[in-house]
Nanobody, 121 residues
């Protein structure tokens, strides 16, 4: 599976962005896709993920603000980010593994290249 993340940019606090993760290769519908983020000097953290059956999971810091969705026909996962805060600034990565979402980054087999999100105060 090849993953291509896009949609990052600069936004003011309180604004919104939508990230996209486009997949190609294997049968996309059998994969769980997650978003992780990594701020400078920090570890890569789980943001959200959606399992092959549509079950969604969120990190505590983004619950109620971020929404993950998937379109299997287009092999795409979207991350809608609302009410953005300066602490959301990071490089966002999409990742994939078979079937079930987990929160540990090392359990993902495929990674996109990352897209930078910068939230100004």
């Amino acid at each position: 599976v090849q993953l291509q993340a896009s949609g990052g940019g600069l936004v003011q606090a309180g604004g919104s962005l939508r990230l996209s993760c486009a997949a190609s290769g294997e049968t996309f519908s059998t994969y769980a896709v997650a978003w992780f983020r990594q701020a400078p000097g920090k570890e890569r953290d789980f943001v959200t993920g959606m399992s092959w059956n549509g079950s969604a999971y969120y990190g505590d810091s983004v619950k109620g603000r971020f929404t993950i969705s998937r379109d299997n026909a287009k092999s795409t996962v979207l991350l809608q980010m609302n009410s953005l805060k300066p602490e959301d600034t990071a490089v966002y990565y999409c990742a994939a593994r078979l079937y079930v979402t987990v929160r540990r980054s090392y359990e993902y087999d495929y990674w996109g290249q990352g897209t930078l999100v910068t939230v100004s105060s």
